[in-house]
């Protein structure tokens, strides 16, 4: 099983409960193996970021919206 199988099959079971799968850094040779495998497009903008900061912050923006919980 390859690592973007079990990607997908861990994104599977986080979309059915709170935890969310979030990519974040990727390099420009992953990424672009992650959007023709259809991951990125299921994942979207909110989980698929740039950086570590930009993770934070979603996280953080998440928290405050949910009065304590990421979500």
Known sequence: MSALQLLFEWENLASEQEPA???VGLNPGV???VRRSGL???LGSERLLYNARAAIERFLAGEEKSGGKPG
């Open 21 to 23: 799968l979030w990519l």
């Open 31 to 33: 990424l672009e193996v």
């Open 40 to 42: 990125a497009d299921r």
